[in-house]
């Protein structure tokens, strides 16, 4: 009879054996856990396995929580494996078990890595923000725990070539390659994600990115497959007696373990190539056999563990380490673990701050909390005056021909410089020449400013879905900005450089002087560059401009805002740039907040108002002391008046003031006047002055009845020979939207918001779309009854100034899209999404037609997503009361409701019927922010739902989708196509919104 124990692995009174039945289960075993390693690194599979599971047994198992567990199982089984190693040497020297311990090694780590990776690094920072620091030292004994037992294996490698008695009975040449490969698999792996998978594992599409990483290393990967089948079954052929064919190994043999390894090739690639993110069937067998195989294999390990010799063992003394030598595991020990605390260990005292910190952030003066940016007040961006039109500023564009310069690094875009801090010697890093005036550019590509470089319609080929490093080079001089050295020397000016928009991270440097850094791709940004001026001299400059693009699933796209969606990624500078030059004492901005608003007409067009005015005033280096006479801040509020439609879209709003008697404005309270300080206060260059004002025979703004207002403020200062130092103006207007139970009311009367997403965008310009082409787009939306508009980011600021004007209500998005635990922990730890926000809300604080601040799309998160909307919702209380925030909630099915505590309404994407019926937490009105058939039973249930105060259709113009995640970009969807061209449901849609709107006022 043959032997039916393949190994056997004997000591004094207990053993361990593995019969050749048991093969099976261990192949099926390595299957199950790629298969179940595919659906845990990804928090949304395993959302939509859980769901199922919740329908049908009505069990709930969170993903944080299942991972915890199975990490717990792993730590068990290597603590397990360590002991009875330390025991015996041959439980580990038995091919199966150190193979198994290895494997199970590789899964402990990557399920450690799903579970806290962030920054490039293995952190405790889930851990750390959710359960605070005791988890720290537990951290610490299962990192040494593992350690410990990597540091064995490597020790029993010599042991073979020893130590004759410690042999099991399996083919020695065999036991040993199996231990040698099962070392480099674990290695590899290790170093994988130390440099490689950590920045992988971690995102909700984390399959789709495990297929790109598969095709990069696929020879690796499917050698590592190929092996672990291959392997096994080359054992169970070699030590069990088959029919006659196969009896002779030596001339089989060589074509029995290549069958194997192109079978498990064609299994993996199956598993692989499958898109498990939108075809979890794939997987449903693997779960299934995971099932099947682990519970006799349970059964098993219990049945052949000597319990009781295992608990005496434990209450020995010390270790029987005779063979191992205690100084060489002590430093093998102590050196896997110091080069793995260097990745894997988190700070003992708080979160590591080890990235690119963010630049805007608010700061308390004067009673007054206000956003800074590069050490300067975040400014306002409206259009202003110049010179010629009365006015007190000078404007000096940078848009045009620039010189320019890219390193393409395709998907694997990204400098490791540019998420660092900007130290000295990463400053040194950077500038490697090309920011100097000595550098030659004669050679470099000519490029226009602002443009998206990398659009797929592009020119030059080479540019097209580019990601990198791109530089930029543009000259200019005093001359051109209207000013002299003279008056630099002499502190009468200050000089900023202002981007509208570039995406992503962008450095700037002066004549070779840095200047400052921005991080985001949507949002305006500033420097003073003042100071740099005055001290280089000279009338001719160079500004050099650094940017890294970021992009979709890039290095260190968990980082990024966003780092990965399904719309094209423009990049480099896409929106204008601009010098403003204002005297030294200057108003900074002027924002406007309506604390109450009183109807006193039917529909609400008119009435009173209550008033707060900010107006933040730079006074640098005591400029005002040395002037004869007080400063002081005069304000006037006075109607705008279109005449046409084409004065409408005119930049230059100041020149339609409505000068009649009979409609301005009635001060009931509050002066328009009040002298100022001559320095600024609390250690700042700053000063704010509230006022608060009561008016009367205010026209408000509707989407109906869009009224427009001018607030003007001038800095004079008496004995001047101007009539006032500083002139700046803002459009304004009155409007109160809030919410009141389930109703959501414009100016106190119910209003339906009848909306379409969009996207910034048009062909041949990509994201750099002219005014034309803005204007155009709201008036094709407008014409079919849309009165809001909402897009994932902040859009080019003429969007909103002519949505004032036309009544087009719009929702704007910090672009926190698709993030999930993970992702919002890096954004929250390194303040991206909340500097993002700040940016977004006080750029366009004065705009009327901003309902909504929104912020995340889709994240599929809840507790950390609870804490970050409470976060949000916070400091949106705390700057801007007077809009009402939310967040694009994905299917709710997906998730539970508690995240809408926090808020006062439910915005969300496709919202089903079942899901609002189940739910107890819904009794609030209900914005769909994304919905996508006009003739679906979905949009039946809204309809018919008094709750639903408002539908955004997706999308309202065909946009340059990535939809599917593969990279294959094309125009997609819209009400409108990429040409403008009206689809076939366009006149439905008009008459659905017009009814819908029809009591709006």
């Not at 298969?35 to 845990?40: C, D, N, S, V, Y």
């Not at 360590?82 to 090694?105: A, D, Q």
């Not at 207002?709 to 004079?716: D, I, K, R």
């Not at 209900?926 to 949009?939: A, P, S, V």
Request: with cysteine; aromatic share 14%.
């Amino acid at each position: 009879m043959p032997s039916k124990n393949l190994f056997k692995a004997e000591s004094r009174n207990w053993q361990i054996s593995i019969k050749i039945s048991q093969f099976p289960y261990l192949i099926s075993l390595w299957f199950s856990l790629t298969g179940l390693l595919l659906i845990l690194t990804s928090e949304m599979q395993w959302g939509t396995i859980n769901n199922e599971i919740k329908n049908l047994f009505g069990a709930d198992l969170d993903y944080v929580s299942l991972l915890i567990g199975i990490i717990t199982g792993f730590t068990l089984y290597l603590g397990v494996m360590l002991v009875l190693g330390l025991r015996s040497r041959r439980i580990l020297h038995n091919p199966i078990n150190l193979f198994l311990t290895t494997l199970i090694s590789i899964f402990f780590v990557f399920f450690l890595t799903t579970l806290v990776s962030v920054n490039m690094r293995v952190r405790l920072d889930y851990i750390w923000f959710s359960a605070g620091q005791s988890h720290f030292w537990m951290y610490l004994a299962v990192l040494a725990l593992y350690t410990l037992a990597l540091a064995i294996l490597l020790l029993k490698v010599p042991s073979f070539f020893k130590e004759k008695e410690s042999k099991p009975k399996g083919h020695p040449k065999l036991v040993f390659i199996t231990l040698l490969v099962s070392l480099a698999i674990g290695i590899y792996t290790l170093t994988s994600l130390l440099t490689v998978f950590s920045r992988n594992f971690v995102f909700w599409n984390n399959t789709f990115i495990l297929h790109q990483y598969v095709e990069g290393f696929k020879f690796l990967y499917y050698l590592f497959g190929g092996f672990v089948v291959g392997w096994a079954a080359y054992l169970f052929i070699l030590k069990k007696k088959v029919t006659e064919p196969l009896t002779n190994i030596k001339k089989f043999g060589v074509l029995i373990f290549p069958t194997f390894i192109i079978l498990s090739i064609a299994l993996i690639g199956f598993v692989i190539q499958t898109n498990i993110g939108y075809g979890l069937q794939a997987v449903y067998p693997l779960i299934i056999i995971a099932v099947i195989c682990l519970i006799p294999l349970t059964f098993y390990s219990i049945k052949t563990l000597n319990i009781h010799l295992f608990l005496e063992f434990l209450t020995k003394k010390h270790f029987p380490m005779k063979k191992v030598k205690r100084r060489s595991l002590g430093i093998i020990s102590l050196l896997l673990f110091s080069i793995f605390s260097v990745f894997l260990v988190p700070s003992i005292v708080s979160a590591p701050d080890v990235d690119l910190p963010a630049v805007t952030k608010l700061q308390y003066v004067n009673s007054t909390y206000v956003p800074f940016q590069n050490n300067i007040m975040y400014p306002a961006f409206d259009f202003q005056p110049d010179f010629s039109e009365n006015g007190t500023r000078n404007f000096y564009s940078l848009n045009g021909e620039w010189k320019f310069d890219f390193q393409n690094s395709g998907i694997w875009s990204g400098s490791d410089l540019s998420l660092k801090p900007r130290s000295a010697k990463i400053l040194a890093q950077m500038a490697t020449g090309w920011e100097s005036t000595d550098c030659d550019d004669s050679s470099w590509d000519n490029i226009t400013v602002p443009s998206a470089f990398n659009r797929m319609d592009h020119p030059i080929v080479s540019y097209r879905d580019a990601q990198g490093i791109c530089y930029y080079r543009r000259n200019f001089s005093l001359t051109d900005l209207g000013i002299s050295e003279a008056h630099l020397v002499a502190n009468n000016v200050t000089v900023f450089l202002k981007f509208l928009a570039a995406n992503y991270i962008t450095d700037v440097w002066l004549d070779g002087e840095y200047v400052g850094y921005h991080e985001g791709g949507f949002n305006s940004f500033c420097f003073d560059v003042t100071s740099i001026l005055q001290t280089l001299g000279g009338n001719s400059h160079l500004l050099a401009v650094r940017i890294d693009t970021g992009g979709w699933s890039t290095k260190f796209f968990t980082k990024l805002v966003p780092g990965f969606a399904d719309w094209f990624n423009y990049a480099g500078l896409v929106e204008d740039v601009y010098i403003e030059v204002t005297p030294r004492c200057s108003v900074v901005r002027a924002d406007i907040q309506v604390t109450q608003l009183i109807p006193k007409s039917d529909p609400p067009h008119n009435g009173s108002v209550d008033l707060n005015i900010d107006v933040c005033v730079n006074i640098p280096n005591n400029a005002l002391v040395n002037h004869s006479g007080p400063a002081s801040l005069n304000l006037s509020i006075s109607p705008l008046a279109f005449p046409n439609q084409s004065t409408m879209f005119n930049n230059t709003y100041w020149y339609y003031v409505n000068k009649s008697i009979e409609v301005q404005p009635d001060i009931i309270s509050g002066a328009l006047q009040r002298n100022i300080l001559s320095t600024g206060v609390e250690s700042t260059d700053y000063a704010i002055y509230r006022f608060t004002l009561s008016l009367d025979n205010v026209s408000f703004w509707t989407n109906k009845q869009p009224s427009l207002y001018m607030l003007e403020v001038n800095l004079s200062i008496s004995g001047n020979n101007t009539p006032f130092f500083d002139r700046f103006l803002s459009q304004i207007g009155f409007r109160e939207i809030k919410v009141n139970g389930t109703q959501l009311l414009l100016n106190g009367a119910p209003t339906f918001l009848a909306g379409n997403n969009i996207h910034q965008e048009a062909p041949g310009m990509g994201r750099t779309v002219t005014a034309d082409r803005i204007r155009d787009d709201l008036l094709l939306l407008k014409n079919i009854s849309t009165n809001i508009i909402r897009c994932h980011y902040t859009l080019d600021r003429l969007y909103y100034l002519y949505g004032d004007r036309l009544g087009l209500a719009f929702w704007e998005e910090v672009p926190v899209y698709w993030f999930n635990d993970v992702t919002l922990l890096e954004a929250m730890t390194r303040g991206t999404a909340k500097s993002m926000f700040l940016e977004m809300v006080y750029r366009d604080i004065n705009r009327p037609s901003i309902f909504f601040w929104s912020a995340a799309n889709e994240p599929w998160s809840e507790d950390l997503l609870s804490k970050y909307l409470k976060d949000f919702r916070d400091l949106q209380e705390l700057i801007d009361p007077t809009r009402i925030l939310g967040y694009a909630s994905p299917i709710l099915s997906m998730l539970r409701v508690p995240p809408f505590v926090h808020l006062e309404m439910v915005t969300a994407n496709y919202l089903e019927e079942s899901d609002y019926l189940s739910s107890d937490s819904l009794n609030k009105p209900i914005l769909i922010t994304e919905y996508g058939n006009l003739f679906d039973e979905r949009t039946d249930f809204y309809l018919t739902n008094p709750q639903v105060i408002g539908l955004i259709h997706w999308i309202g113009i065909a946009y340059f989708s990535n939809y599917h995640l593969d990279f294959n970009y094309h125009w997609s969807g819209g009400m409108f196509d990429k040409d403008r061209i009206p689809q076939a449901d366009v006149p439905f849609m008009q008459e659905l919104y017009e009814n819908l709107t029809i009591n709006n006022p």
